[in-house]
């Protein structure tokens, strides 16, 4: 299998979102609080969002053209075409990891690496369902850091 660079030099890059044709990915530098949107074919960056507190991982609704970005500090912030942005909850608890499911409602799922919680945030509604608790140092792959 043959790899390719497609951007070099990240400053702590945690979280992408691939678009569902392969043709764009967006991503999230933590240490520098950074969102980005690259172009696979080019490589050409472009520089969505600055002054993110320490994110962790993105997700697009590629209907929309909305991005979700959660944020160690605690947030979970929606960004909209057109540069607008507000928050969707603050859970606390360090939400790490994102997945958007859309039936009739648009549900975000994050698990939160200090509280311990896997959450269920409706997105629309702006509110929060705990579908898990006691979870030891919870992220994408399971395994504590360490």
């Known amino acids: 299998m043959q790899i390719n660079n497609?951007?070099?030099?990240?400053?702590a890059g945690v979280g992408i979102d691939l678009s569902p044709d392969g043709?764009?990915?967006?991503?999230?530098?933590?240490?520098?609080?950074?969102?980005s949107k690259v172009?696979?074919?080019?490589?050409?960056?472009?520089t969505v969002r600055t002054g993110l507190s320490y994110p962790e991982d993105v997700e697009v609704d590629w209907q929309t053209g909305e991005i979700f970005v959660s944020?160690?500090?605690?947030?979970?912030?929606?960004?909209?075409?057109?540069?607008?942005?507000?928050?969707?909850?603050?859970?606390?608890?360090a939400p790490q990891q994102l997945d958007l499911k859309k039936n009739n409602n648009r549900y975000l799922y994050t698990v939160c690496y200090d509280s311990g919680?896997?959450?269920?945030?409706?997105?629309?509604a702006k509110t929060t369902k705990t579908i898990a608790a006691g979870l030891g140092f919870a992220h994408a792959d399971g395994r504590p850091y360490g």
């Open 6 to 11: 497609v951007v070099l030099g990240l400053a």
């Open 71 to 93: 944020e160690r500090t605690g947030a979970v912030i929606r960004i909209l075409p057109g540069e607008k942005s507000d928050t969707i909850v603050e859970p606390g608890g």
């Open 39 to 46: 172009e696979i074919n080019t490589s050409m960056v472009t």
């Open 117 to 124: 919680l896997l959450l269920r945030i409706d997105v629309d």
């Open 23 to 35: 043709k764009i990915a967006y991503y999230v530098e933590w240490s520098i609080g950074e969102l």
